[in-house]
């Protein structure tokens, strides 16, 4: 006979979904030149069209952007964090 186990059903608010996997999940997303500012304000003005590579904390904080796919999976190594993409 197999046993049947119910789970309890709660309520989580996004912040606190998203603040479970922050210091140790990050994920990675790609953007264009003309949307950077948007997350990376400091950054400096670039040509339009570029392809950019960012790599976000599990809650959205904006961590380190570059232009090769390569450098943010290296930086999350070099921090320890896991990568996930977002499509």
Do not use: C
Not at 9 to 14: G, L, N, V
């Amino acid at each position: 006979m197999r046993e049947t186990y119910e789970t309890e059903k709660r309520d989580i608010s996004p912040q606190t979904l998203a603040s479970l996997g922050t210091g140790h999940v990050a994920y990675v997303r790609t953007f264009l030149s003309e949307e950077v500012n948007e997350l990376f304000p400091q950054a400096p003005s670039m040509e339009p069209g570029q392809r950019l590579w960012a790599l976000l904390s599990a809650d959205g904080t904006p961590i380190v952007l570059a232009d090769t796919p390569q450098a943010i999976l290296a930086n999350a190594a070099e921090n320890n964090l896991t990568t996930v993409s977002v499509h």
